[in-house]
């Protein structure tokens, strides 16, 4: 599927400008992969895929603990979307095929 594959994304956050690597794999209408960043890597849970649109969620420790909640369109070798940042918001995510 559109998804499938190694993504390096970029999520525009208070605190700064954070990347990271998605490496993502669909089955279905279900999504499961990994997120690897500046503070480690961890799996991705309630992945859902529909057409081009995507969605899952991460829970990360560092700078704090905190679920990121993604939201994104793929068109081609990008994505496009959103994630929630619990109490700070939404923040714009942006990627390209690795």
Known sequence: MA??????????????????TLTLSSSGGALTGSMSGEAGSTNIYDGKVSGDQ???????????????????????????????LG???DAPLSGTRA
């Open 54 to 84: 995507v969605s899952f969620k991460v829970d990360i420790t560092q700078p704090m603990s905190l679920t990121l909640d993604f939201t994104a369109a793929i068109a081609g070798n990008s994505l496009s979307g959103t994630v929630k």
């Open 87 to 89: 109490m700070f918001g």
């Open 3 to 20: 998804v499938d594959g190694t993504w390096k994304i970029a999520m525009e956050t208070p605190m700064g400008t954070r990347n990271a």
